[in-house]
C-alpha cells in the first residue's frame, strides 16, 4: 500500500476529487493548507497599500491505495490539477506499512 499526498491549488480540487472518483476512490482526506515553493507568493493591495502575500492557500490531499493502483491514481491527480504555471503543486508517496479499519479490525488491502 502507498500513501499519497498530493498539494494542489483549491480551485482544482474538483476536477482532482471527480477523477478519482471515476478510478472508485472513494476514501480520501482533506486539509487546508498554506505553503510556498518556487512560485514565492505574490503581493496585493488592500485600500491603497501593498502587501506582500508569502504563504499561499493550497488543499492537501490524502490517499492510501493498493500498491497496483498507484499509477493510475497518480495520472489522475496531474492530468486534472496542472494548469502548466509554476504553483501546480506537488505528489509525495509514502510507504504504508498497514491499515486497520477500527469499526471491525479488517487489516491490509481490504480495510481501505
Same mark, same amino acid.
Given at each position: 500500500?502507498?500513501?499519497?499526498?498530493?498539494?494542489?491549488?483549491?480551485?482544482?480540487?474538483?476536477? #482532482?476529487? =471527480?477523477?478519482?472518483?471515476?478510478?472508485? %476512490?472513494?476514501?480520501?482526506?482533506? +486539509?487546508? &493548507?498554506? $505553503?510556498?515553493?518556487?512560485?514565492?507568493?505574490?503581493?496585493?493591495?488592500?485600500?491603497?497599500?501593498?502587501?506582500?502575500?508569502?504563504?499561499?492557500?493550497?488543499?492537501?490531499?490524502?490517499?492510501? #491505495?493498493? =500498491?497496483?493502483?498507484?499509477?493510475?491514481? %497518480?495520472?489522475?491527480?496531474?492530468? +486534472?490539477? &496542472?494548469? $502548466?504555471?509554476?504553483?501546480?503543486?506537488?505528489?509525495?508517496?509514502?510507504?504504508?506499512?498497514?491499515?486497520?479499519?477500527?469499526?471491525?479490525?479488517?487489516?491490509?488491502?481490504?480495510?481501505?
Amino acid at each position: 500500500m502507498m500513501k499519497l499526498e498530493a498539494i494542489i491549488r483549491t480551485n482544482r480540487f474538483d476536477q #482532482v476529487k =471527480d477523477a478519482l472518483a471515476v478510478l472508485g %476512490i472513494e476514501g480520501m482526506t482533506v +486539509s487546508e &493548507v498554506r $505553503g510556498h515553493g518556487r512560485q514565492k507568493g505574490h503581493t496585493e493591495n488592500y485600500r491603497g497599500r501593498e502587501y506582500d502575500i508569502s504563504l499561499l492557500p493550497k488543499l492537501r490531499l490524502e490517499v492510501v #491505495v493498493t =500498491d497496483d493502483r498507484v499509477e493510475k491514481v %497518480i495520472d489522475a491527480i496531474v492530468e +486534472s490539477a &496542472v494548469t $502548466g504555471e509554476i504553483g501546480d503543486g506537488k505528489i509525495f508517496l509514502y510507504k504504508v506499512e498497514d491499515a486497520i479499519r477500527i469499526r471491525n479490525r479488517e487489516r491490509g488491502d481490504i480495510a481501505l
